[in-house]
Nanobody, 124 residues
Framework: QVQLIESGGGLVQAGGSLRLSCAPS????????MAWFRQAPGKEREFVAG????????YYAESVKGRFTISRDNAKNMVYLQMSILKPQDTAVYYC?????????????????WGQGTQVTVSS
C-alpha cells in the first residue's frame, strides 16, 4: 500500500507561482512512477505531468508545458510540481498519483494510488 499526502495548495493571483509537494509512504518510492492530475468543478480529472521512477523522463499536458515542472527526490521520498505563470483556468483540486507502470500512471482510469488532493485557486 502507498499513501500519498499532498501539500502546498492555496490562493494565488494570476501570473503567480506555487509549489505542490507529495510525500509518498509505504512501499519503496523509487519503484513508482509519479504524476499529478487535476480536477476542476464539473470536469473530469485530467493528467498534468508525470515523471519516471528515476526522474530521467518527464511528460506534460500541452496546457501546462513551459509553465509547470515536475521533479522528484528519491532520497527524500518527495515529488514536486512547480507551477508558474498561473492562470485562472489552472484552478482545480490537484492530485498526486503513483503507479509502478508508466503507461498506467499517466491515465486517470488506471492509476493505482491517489492522494487526497489539494486545492489550487488562481484569481484573475
Amino acid at each position: 500500500q502507498v499513501q500519498l499526502i499532498e501539500s502546498g495548495g492555496g490562493l494565488v493571483q494570476a501570473g503567480g507561482s506555487l509549489r505542490l509537494s507529495c510525500a509518498p509512504s509505504g512501499r519503496t518510492f523509487s519503484n513508482y512512477a509519479m504524476a499529478w492530475f487535476r480536477q476542476a468543478p464539473g470536469k473530469e480529472r485530467e493528467f498534468v505531468a508525470g515523471i519516471t521512477q528515476s526522474g530521467g523522463s518527464t511528460y506534460y499536458a500541452e496546457s501546462v508545458k513551459g509553465r509547470f515542472t515536475i521533479s522528484r527526490d528519491n532520497a527524500k521520498n518527495m515529488v514536486y510540481l512547480q507551477m508558474s505563470i498561473l492562470k485562472p483556468q489552472d484552478t482545480a483540486v490537484y492530485y498526486c498519483a503513483a503507479d509502478q507502470l508508466w503507461r498506467d500512471v499517466i491515465a486517470a482510469n488506471r492509476v493505482t494510488y491517489w492522494g487526497q488532493g489539494t486545492q489550487v485557486t488562481v484569481s484573475s
